[in-house]
């Protein structure tokens, strides 16, 4: 009806999902500190810490530097870049052997990279790693 006063119910609901809204963007952002990255994958050395950091077996998320290592075996590293390759936003967990964006909800996968879940359809980047005196380092020799 024209001139009915907006109900105050309608009127909170629209201004949580304006901040939710928000919520998300900020999460997938070029300025936040863990928005996506023009380039995913480090163009230099990361020290990642220690080795055994990563359970045999398992995987670790470091979000940080936007990577994910896995450890399929004792000494034996495998590393993929924690960019979702849908709109470029950090993955915020892993479960298992799978990797969370927090953006659209895609999973990936994180012993080989592969897209399970959409809306991502591309693999993660692999990024070489290799342990050094008990140290992961990931990205190209220095």
Do not use: I, W
Request: proline letters at 9%.
């Amino acid at each position: 009806m024209p001139g009915r006063p907006t109900a105050r119910r309608t009127v909170l609901k629209g201004a949580a999902l304006a901040g939710a809204a928000g919520l998300g963007a900020a999460a997938c952002s070029t300025d936040s500190k863990l928005g996506h990255a023009e380039v995913p994958t480090p163009t230099a050395p990361v020290d990642l810490g220690a080795a055994d950091a990563v359970p045999v077996g398992g995987a670790k998320l470091y979000r940080e530097q936007r990577l994910v290592v896995h450890c399929p075996a004792v000494g034996q590293y495998k590393a993929f870049s924690a960019q979702c390759t849908h709109a470029g936003c950090v993955l915020d967990k892993v479960e298992g052997t799978e990797g969370n964006c927090p953006c659209h909800g895609s999973r990936f996968d994180v012993t080989t990279g592969k897209a399970l879940k959409g809306p991502a359809t591309v693999p993660l980047p692999e990024v070489p790693v290799r342990a050094e005196n008990g140290t992961l380092v990931a990205g190209p020799e220095a």
